[in-house]
């Protein structure tokens, strides 16, 4: 049996308070929907997913360095407000290179205030999803199986 690729999901400060953090921008289905809902998808899809939320930049960097250690094939993560100005973040998903990462938003960031328009985390990714809701996730759940299937083809 081949072993199923281990996406994880990683979700920076506030996004724990989605349904409660302005509904007009980032809907009413909570965090924990969220998490529901990317499971089920993942099923679908025919992946392992872990999903991971902190508020704390040191604690993503923490975890982004255990996932090089874990041999996690694939990243999903929306960084929030991190995207805009942490470099100690875009360094951190540099320095584990081989791991593919997907930038998702659920807003329109480009919609957005002119802050939100610079992302300093998405050149080291391999795509930037924006402004779908959860479905930004799921698109980029699927990008990373895209991005597998190529390496494995490239590979074989
Ligand atoms: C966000 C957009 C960011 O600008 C904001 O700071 C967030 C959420 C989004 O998912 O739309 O916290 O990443």
Redesign the pocket.
């Known amino acids: 049996m081949v072993k199923k690729r281990k996406i994880l999901v990683m979700n920076?400060?506030?996004?724990n308070f989605l349904g409660i953090r302005e509904p007009g921008?980032?809907g009413r289905q909570s965090y924990e929907a969220l998490v529901g809902c990317l499971k089920e998808q993942a099923e679908k899809l025919g992946v392992e997913i872990e999903c991971y939320q902190s508020n704390h930049e040191g604690a993503l960097i923490d975890r982004i360095q255990q996932a090089y250690f874990e041999k996690i094939d694939g990243v999903v993560i929306?960084?929030?407000?991190l995207?805009?100005y942490s470099y100690a973040l875009r360094d951190a998903i540099a320095s584990v290179e081989p791991i593919p990462f997907v930038e998702?938003?659920?807003?329109n960031?480009m919609d957005?205030e002119s802050f939100?328009h610079v992302s300093v985390t998405k050149e080291v990714c391999i795509d930037q999803i924006?402004g779908l809701g959860f479905e930004?996730y799921v698109k980029g759940m699927e990008k990373l199986i895209a991005h597998f299937r190529a390496e494995d083809e490239k590979n074989s």
């Open positions: 920076g400060p506030n996004l921008i980032y929306n960084p929030g407000a995207t805009h998702v938003h659920l807003s960031v957005r939100r924006s930004s």
